[in-house]
């Protein structure tokens, strides 16, 4: 399993950033998919996930209205599109999938929301 995150950077408040992440090594559309994010000294916490077929998804209260979670299961893709950025969502973003019990992690990509 390989996951490998992109599109991250530095962004002002109020500002957009599209985050991917690109599977392989699994079958990708047969598993739901997951964002974390673990901002400087606190834990990594889930802000959002998506079904196998992209049918369902769900957010954390805290990016509810302003993260969309997407995947394109031809590209073995998934993305984040986040808006209206505000400087509590700094923090390194991961990807996620968990296979037989088995938590599959990628390297991160930094998002920095600062004027």
């Known amino acids: 399993v390989q996951l490998v995150e992109s599109g991250g950077g530095l962004v002002q408040p109020g500002g957009s950033l599209r985050l991917s992440c690109a599977a392989s090594?699994?079958?990708?559309?047969?598993?739901?998919m997951r964002w974390y994010r673990q901002a400087p000294g606190k834990e990594r916490e889930l802000a959002a996930g998506?079904?196998?077929?992209?049918?369902?998804?769900n957010y954390a209260d805290s990016v509810k209205g302003r993260f969309t979670i997407s995947r394109d299961n031809a590209k073995n893709t998934v993305f984040l599109q986040m808006n209206s950025l505000k400087p509590e969502d700094t923090a390194v973003y991961y990807c996620?999938?968990?296979?037989?019990?088995?938590?599959?992690w990628g390297k991160g990509t930094l998002v920095t929301v600062s004027s």
């Open positions: 090594g699994f079958t990708f559309r047969s598993y739901g």
């Open positions: 998506i079904s196998s077929s992209g049918g369902i998804t």
């Open positions: 996620n999938v968990r296979r037989s019990n088995m938590d599959y």
